[in-house]
């Protein structure tokens, strides 16, 4: 491998990393989820889903609602860290959901949203 290639997952130290990868070529996500009118606040849920080196959370998000749960909701547009709406909280941190990558991350609201207005 040269210095430019990414690593598989084999080749990623995990604790490092902060991966579980336990499963061949998996990662579990935990999403904070939240219905208003189902939930009276939210709740964590854990995926475990296919991933590759260079998946972004928002990557993540549309395997998770595509295959799983086409019930959930969140915002992006350009995917290009330009718009800023892909914006969420990552591990406790701000960050864009398009240009952050897959770290078995916790992903919760940005404190400035209302709660009830566009997730599931």
Known sequence: ??????????QLNNQENNLDTSANNTVKITVMRYRPDEDDRP??????????????????????KDNLRPELAYRWSCRMEVCGSCGMVVNGEPKLACSTFVRDYVIDFLPSLNRGDSYS
Do not use: Q, R
């Open 43 to 64: 709740w964590p849920e854990t995926f475990e889903i296919e991933w590759s080196y260079d998946m972004s959370i928002l990557d993540a998000l549309g395997v998770i």
């Open 1 to 10: 491998m040269n210095s430019h290639s990414k690593p598989n997952s084999s």
